[in-house]
């Protein structure tokens, strides 16, 4: 892969392009919803991601050399008071069941990332998460940090994560967002600078991206104006740097 923003831009259309060719040949829906995703009725979550990898090699890339996947599991969602994670089908997983599904999902695909892997009150679970799959995984606190210094400061000393969500419109303020995002280098985490659901337009969170040298931004897939916005602005921002600008690539 081209070290270049614009280059791995392209290889993400071009993949989502080709996933909506693998969804349409099995009859699935191919309607987005509003951060721009496609949501068929799949059958399991390893078709979903067994989906995907087509689509990378339909494409012409390589799964795990060049192209990584990142979940968002957003597992508070599905927890409930007990901490037990009760999914679609009836089924359900303790705490210890969840990690060892997390942990074997990491092992079977070429995982770059997983956020909200557990629920934001399942402590315990975070730690123990971080402790197997932190050394080849990054391990994303959204629901678990909301862009809070002081949460954050607390799940840093306990190890609950490797990585923070930024959220700027969560916290509230620029300031407190930097004093995150500062936290958070300062102790080797990465951050995450991401769109929230309802976007407009507004393109900052690419500036925001770009000034913090955060190296990741997560703003919805390739359509929809108000996330394609965001692309189109980091677009307009490489090419004004030139030669100067840098892209962070992932191991």
Same mark, same amino acid.
């Given at each position: 892969?081209d070290?270049s ?6 290889a993400?259309v ?8 693998v !969804?349409?040949?099995?009859g699935?829906?191919?309607n987005?919803? #509003?951060?721009g995703?496609?949501?068929p009725? *799949?059958?399991t979550?390893d078709e979903a991601?067994?989906l995907?990898?087509?689509a990378i090699e ?8 060049e192209?990584?996947?990142?979940l968002? =599991? ?9 901490t037990q ?5 009836g089924? &359900?997983?303790? +705490?210890?069941?969840m990690?060892?599904?997390?942990e ?13 892997g557990? &629920? ?9 998460? +971080? ?6 995984v990054t391990? $994303?606190g959204? #629901?678990?940090? =909301?862009?809070?210094?002081?949460? !954050?400061?607390?799940g ?6 490797n990585?923070?969500?930024?959220? $700027?419109?969560?916290?509230?303020s620029?300031?407190?967002?930097? &004093?995150a995002?500062?936290l958070a280098?300062?102790?080797?985490? &990465?951050?995450?600078?991401s769109h929230?659901?309802?976007e +407009?337009? #507004?393109?900052?969170?690419a500036?925001?991206a $770009?000034?913090?040298r955060?190296?990741?931004?997560? +703003? ?7 996330r394609?916005?965001?692309y189109?602005? *980091?677009?307009?921002?490489e ?9 962070? $690539?992932i191991?």
């Amino acid at each position: 892969m081209d070290k270049s923003f614009s280059e791995n831009l392209r290889a993400g259309v071009e993949i989502f392009h080709n996933l909506k060719k693998v !969804l349409t040949s099995k009859g699935y829906s191919t309607n987005v919803g #509003d951060e721009g995703g496609f949501a068929p009725n *799949l059958k399991t979550h390893d078709e979903a991601i067994e989906l995907i990898l087509t689509a990378i090699e339909n494409a012409g890339y390589k799964a795990g050399s060049e192209i990584k996947i990142s979940l968002d =599991v957003a597992a508070s969602e599905f927890c409930d008071e007990k901490t037990q994670y009760k999914f679609s089908d009836g089924s &359900s997983l303790s +705490t210890e069941g969840m990690i060892d599904y997390l942990e074997k999902l990491a092992k079977n695909y070429p995982i770059y990332s997983i956020e909200d892997g557990l &629920s934001e009150h399942d402590k315990a679970g975070w730690t123990e998460l +971080t402790k197997r799959l932190g050394d080849s995984v990054t391990i $994303v606190g959204d #629901d678990l940090f =909301v862009t809070n210094k002081k949460i !954050l400061a607390e799940g840093i000393e306990k190890k609950q994560a490797n990585s923070i969500l930024v959220k $700027v419109n969560q916290i509230g303020s620029l300031t407190e967002t930097f &004093s995150a995002i500062d936290l958070a280098f300062k102790n080797n985490f &990465s951050a995450i600078i991401s769109h929230r659901s309802g976007e +407009t337009s #507004d393109s900052f969170i690419a500036d925001l991206a $770009v000034a913090t040298r955060a190296g990741h931004i997560k +703003t919805g897939s390739a359509s929809r104006s108000d996330r394609l916005e965001k692309y189109n602005q *980091l677009l307009r921002i490489e090419e004004k740097l030139g030669s100067s600008a840098t892209f962070y $690539v992932i191991k």
